[in-house]
């Protein structure tokens, strides 16, 4: 993993497509600028080498010219002389004059190490020593051999070869600023398109979507990914619902609404650990129906739901919202309720219960049903100290007022048996 930015982990260990363009630019630029700078050296070398044999000749007829009364008259001073003159001035490394029978009547030769070096060059570029005849009325009157020096071709090269170097300097500076360029309009939206997906999926904020992008083929990706992201978040709000719904089933009475027995084990210990940690009371109340099973016998199964679901409704109306009330099953309730000062406080709420449910039922068939309930209520801690004790206290005492028909009833304390309906500790 070592070398490798954090960028390129998270991606994997690919090239990131920054570097792609930007090696990828330099790369195509380098070429071209090799590719048009060898054309352009092989082109000028072509032209200035043509125009140096032209030169090579135009300077030979020159000297022949020159040359012609010397060799006429065989005059061996004069032609020496207009060779010093010439070669000179001119950009020649070697002359050398020959009379009609091969004699050498003078010559001229450039020794120096320069000189040297640069009739090198020369001669791997021009087809010299160029051999000429000099003529005087149609008659061959001597020869002459002459090389040029190349200087003009080395200066050439020189400055060809710098001008290659400069422009070698200006591709790469142009690839540089191109590839920042293409850095700015293409990888940058990119960055901005993965980075924002990276945030939807990392956050799990389905609600977020991948900002425009100014490049069509990103657009078009990005309404690609925005509707998926869309469809992803119609998926994930279906299954908190439903996971919410499960939730909610699992521990809630279908037919009520309330908190099923699941719930009462929970609501036991809440209330327990409160009250333990607050030195205080909380009462836990069983409720059950007289008679329930005739309901159902005489009106319906149904008119037996309606019964029940009219009774949790007045439970709610009856009790606090913190206060906890939980269907056991049938036409059995239990009710949890913390905070409590006194006995005189559960009482009342049992007594404000029984108040609401004395009022009759009206079903929706016009029938109308009279139903009273039994109330067990024991406390903690007078009657119990865990949940187990509590329950059996509780439904010992909504026995003791079912057969009483006490409407609610208490334990009596430190006694097996029940408190009478209304009783006080
Ligand atoms: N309609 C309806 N009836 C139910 C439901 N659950 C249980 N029951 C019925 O409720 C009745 C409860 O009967 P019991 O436990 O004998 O209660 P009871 O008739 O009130 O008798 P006591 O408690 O002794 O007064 C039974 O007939 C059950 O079939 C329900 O969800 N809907």
């Known amino acids: 993993m070592n070398g490798l930015t954090k960028q390129q982990e998270r991606a994997g260990h690919g090239i990131r497509l920054r570097d792609l363009l930007r090696s990828t630019q330099i790369r195509g630029i380098m070429l071209v600028v090799l590719a048009t700078g060898f054309c352009l050296t092989l082109a000028a070398l072509w032209t200035i080498t043509r125009y140096a044999n032209n030169n090579l000749e135009l300077l030979g007829r020159t000297l022949a010219y020159n040359l012609e009364a010397p060799l006429v008259f065989n005059d061996a001073v004069a032609v020496q002389s207009i060779l010093d003159t010439l070669a000179t001035q001119e950009d020649l490394s070697y002359v050398r004059v020959q009379n009609a029978d091969g004699t050498e009547l003078g010559q001229s030769r450039n020794d120096t190490p320069v000189a040297v070096f640069m009739d090198h060059i020369a001669n791997l570029l021009l087809e010299q020593p160029l051999h000429m005849q000099v003529t005087h009325a149609g008659e061959v009157v001597g020869a002459l051999e002459l090389r040029m020096q190349g200087r003009v071709l080395v200066q050439f090269l020189l400055a060809g070869g710098g001008l290659i170097l400069l422009w070698l300097v200006l591709g790469v500076l142009m690839a540089a600023c191109v590839s920042a360029r293409l850095q700015q309009r293409i990888s940058r939206p990119l960055d901005v398109l993965s980075e924002a997906t990276r945030q939807i999926t990392w956050s799990r904020n389905f609600a977020g979507r991948v900002p425009n992008s100014p490049i069509l083929e990103f657009n078009e990706l990005t309404k690609d990914i925005n509707k998926l992201v ?196």
Not at 289 to 298: A, E, L, P, Q, W
Not at 348 to 375: C, G, H, Q, Y
Not at 384 to 405: C, H, I, P, V, W
């Open 230 to 425: 869309a469809q992803v978040q119609q998926w994930h709000e279906l299954v908190l619902h439903e996971k919410a719904e499960l939730e909610h089933r699992a521990d809630h009475d279908a037919l009520t609404g309330l908190a099923n027995r699941s719930r009462f084990e929970v609501a036991m210990q809440k209330a327990l650990l409160h009250a333990m940690r607050q030195r205080g009371h909380f009462a836990l109340l069983f409720l059950d129906c007289d008679g329930f099973k005739s309901i159902n016998d005489s009106f319906g199964h149904a008119a037996g739901d309606q019964v029940l679901k009219k009774i949790a409704k007045r439970l709610q109306n009856s009790l606090r919202d913190d206060d906890q009330i939980i269907r056991l099953g049938g036409d059995e309730f239990a009710v949890v309720i913390g905070s409590i000062r006194s006995e005189q406080d559960v009482v009342r709420v049992a007594e404000k219960i029984l108040v609401r449910m004395a009022a009759p039922i009206f079903l929706e068939n016009a029938v109308l049903i009279d139903l009273t309930i039994s109330i067990g209520i024991a406390l903690y801690p007078q009657h119990g100290d865990n949940t187990q004790t509590l329950s059996k206290a509780a439904d010992q005492a909504m026995y003791q007022a079912k057969r009483q028909r006490l409407g609610y009833a208490l334990p009596e304390p430190g006694q097996a048996h029940m408190a009478a309906a209304g009783s006080v500790m």
